[in-house]
């Protein structure tokens, strides 16, 4: 399945390969007829690597325990530290990132489940995304969402490839942990902030998977 956050962008590459296709396809020359043949089938066969939105299923552990934290994306944990978060928590707080390659998985799912109460897309530069100062100054949208267990913010953070971030959500909307909420195109990175008492399961270097890896857990305030 194909993710309708790359609609428009699937057209496009598809027809730019069949129309290589078919330039290759009438040239009489081999030299130049087998290059456009291989650029054409890669053009296609990128959009069925990069804008893939495979089915995800959330652990049953997760559907009985709101206080379950889930991969906002697919990738590897490159970071997992301590900083001031002063745009929705309000305090000291911890954050990890996620780094996604270009093969990677790029359709995005809430972590959480709550209501979300503060968005804001920032322009901004386009430094690798794995580079430590990415997540303040690259092109990035931020989420915060209050569950019943205190506050999350996550953020959609471009890379040097990607120029476009796709983000559903909105202040107010009621958003559940597992769905799908939006995309970062061509290769990116995902930060999530939690309150410092929150538990991490998982380490840097960790391979990730989107609505289905437990990141950790939120100490729970409401029985």
Do not use: W
């Given at each position: 399945?194909?993710?309708?956050?790359?609609?428009?962008?699937?057209v496009?590459?598809?027809?730019?390969?069949?129309?290589?296709?078919?330039?290759?396809?009438?040239?009489?020359?081999?030299?130049?007829?087998?290059?456009?043949?291989?650029i054409?089938?890669?053009i296609?066969?990128?959009?069925?690597?990069?804008?893939?939105?495979?089915?995800?299923?959330?652990?049953?552990?997760?559907?009985?325990?709101?206080?379950?934290?889930?991969a906002?994306?697919?990738?590897?944990?490159?970071?997992?530290?301590?900083?001031?978060?002063?745009?929705?928590?309000?305090?000291r707080?911890?954050?990890?990132?996620?780094?996604?390659?270009?093969?990677?998985?790029?359709?995005?799912?809430?972590?959480?489940?709550?209501?979300?109460?503060?968005?804001?897309?920032?322009?901004?530069?386009?430094?690798?995304?794995?580079?430590?100062?990415?997540?303040?100054?690259?092109?990035?949208s931020?989420i915060?969402?209050?569950?019943?267990?205190?506050?999350v913010?996550?953020?959609?953070?471009?890379?040097?490839?990607?120029?476009?971030?796709?983000?559903?959500?909105?202040?107010?909307?009621?958003?559940?942990?597992?769905?799908?909420?939006?995309?970062?195109?061509?290769?990116?990175?995902?930060?999530?902030?939690?309150?410092?008492?929150?538990?991490?399961?998982?380490?840097?270097?960790?391979?990730?998977?989107?609505?289905?890896?437990?990141?950790?857990?939120?100490?729970?305030?409401?029985?």
């Amino acid at each position: 399945m194909l993710t309708k956050y790359g609609t428009d962008n699937i057209v496009i590459m598809i027809i730019a390969g069949v129309v290589i296709l078919a330039i290759g396809y009438y040239v009489d020359k081999l030299f130049l007829s087998i290059p456009l043949y291989i650029i054409g089938v890669a053009i296609i066969a990128l959009v069925f690597i990069f804008f893939r939105d495979p089915d995800r299923s959330l652990p049953m552990i997760a559907i009985n325990d709101d206080s379950y934290i889930i991969a906002p994306a697919d990738g590897k944990v490159v970071e997992i530290i301590e900083v001031d978060e002063n745009d929705y928590l309000k305090q000291r707080a911890k954050r990890l990132s996620i780094f996604l390659s270009p093969i990677d998985v790029h359709v995005n799912r809430n972590p959480v489940t709550g209501i979300v109460e503060y968005y804001e897309y920032v322009p901004g530069e386009y430094l690798v995304a794995y580079h430590p100062k990415s997540s303040e100054l690259n092109e990035h949208s931020k989420i915060g969402v209050m569950t019943r267990h205190g506050k999350v913010m996550y953020k959609q953070i471009v890379g040097i490839l990607a120029r476009r971030i796709v983000c559903d959500v909105k202040v107010k909307d009621s958003i559940v942990a597992g769905d799908r909420f939006g995309m970062m195109k061509f290769g990116s990175r995902m930060d999530i902030f939690v309150p410092l008492d929150c538990e991490f399961f998982v380490k840097v270097n960790d391979k990730v998977v989107a609505g289905e890896t437990i990141l950790g857990k939120l100490k729970i305030i409401n029985e």
